[in-house]
């Protein structure tokens, strides 16, 4: 960030997402700290997940489009051999399956059986709307919804650490991948089942985590309008 994020010009702030805060909860937070209607981000970020958020501030809302081009970089862990429903941590586990055959050799081969355009089918713990409403109400209310297909692009995935349950990996992906499906669909490809664990979004395009400021940051630098930090 290179301007005071009250310019009137507006700006892109980079900000390292809390666990637990929605992309919107984000939003409304900047909206109150630098009393903007217009702010907006660039590409949604799971209440769990962690990481950068792209937001953007004022005229520059006019290149949230642009933004939400841009390919992903994550990092994250999964658990091999269990299942849940919303292919994370958030519920349950409802299946468990023996893991004690899968090999590392055997799942950085399956990694790269993924890099490349695959079809996704958008988890229903998610915000993906049918008539009007995001699927984990559905899922919330036990209802289960038919979801069409999505065409997304992985460009690099790639195993980190191999410590059974856990696993550690890094994707490059173009926009709407979900991380969690990859996981599911991995888990079901090896035969014991697998959910996703934790998520981290390390870049988006060019803009790394590195300069993200975390909330406390920037408010403090909301309460500094002549000071402009970095990190």
């Not at 590195?210 to 909301?222: F, H, K, Q, V, Y």
Request: proline share 6%; aromatic share 6%; hydrophobic share 35%.
């Amino acid at each position: 960030m290179h301007r005071n994020p009250k310019d009137g010009n507006g700006d892109v702030l980079l900000v390292d997402k809390p666990a637990g805060w929605t992309s919107h909860d984000v939003v409304q937070k900047l909206r109150g700290l630098l009393h903007l209607r217009k702010v907006g981000h660039a590409g949604t970020l799971d209440p769990r997940a962690t990481g950068l958020l792209i937001v953007v501030t004022g005229p520059m809302t006019r290149k949230l489009s642009l933004l939400m081009e841009l390919d992903k970089e994550y990092r994250g862990k999964m658990v091999i051999g269990a299942r849940t429903p919303s292919f994370d941590a958030e519920t349950e586990v409802v299946e468990r399956g023996d893991c004690s055959s899968v090999t590392e050799g055997a799942l950085r081969s399956l990694l790269r059986e993924y890099v490349g355009e695959i079809s996704q089918t958008p988890p229903l713990y998610s915000a993906v709307k049918y008539k009007g409403l995001p699927l984990y109400k559905y899922a919330r209310r036990g209802l289960h919804v038919e979801r069409p297909q999505r065409r997304v692009t992985i460009s690099a995935l790639d195993l980190l650490s191999f410590a059974p349950p856990e696993v550690e990996f890094r994707a490059v992906c173009s926009k709407g991948t979900y991380i969690r499906s990859l996981v599911d669909d991995i888990g079901q490809r090896l035969g014991c089942g697998a959910f996703l664990k934790s998520l981290v979004r390390t870049r988006v395009g060019t803009y790394s985590l590195d300069d993200a400021l975390t909330i406390p940051e920037l408010e403090a630098l909301c309460t500094r309008p002549n000071r402009v930090e970095r990190r």
